[in-house]
């Protein structure tokens, strides 16, 4: 099959059933450090095929239902003493 036929055969079945994390996160709108905190979390399912993660669309409508429905929030924000480890002189 050439490059060509393969790429027409994609576009004619339709939506992908796995999503990129960036396409994950630009359907969900939010920022891609999230979207990976979210699927290593457990809260939007995933696969990984070789060494790339996947989001699984039907997951992420899941995902999404449950937040409509309550039973989700996302991640809190962080405050920049969350996000950043401090050390003293005793850990070096």
């Known amino acids: 099959m050439e490059n060509n036929d393969l ?42 095929i070789g060494r790339r993660r996947l989001v699984v669309r039907s997951g992420l409508e899941g995902f999404i239902r449950d937040l409509m429905a309550g039973e989700d929030q996302l991640l809190p924000r962080r405050t920049a003493h969350q996000q950043f480890e401090f050390f003293t002189d005793k850990d070096l």
Request: glycine residues 10%.
């Open 7 to 48: 790429s027409a055969a994609s576009r004619s079945a339709g939506p992908s059933l796995l999503l990129t994390m960036m396409e994950a996160a630009a359907l969900l709108r939010i920022g891609r450090t999230q979207t990976y905190e979210l699927v290593m979390g457990g809260r939007i399912p995933s696969v990984t």
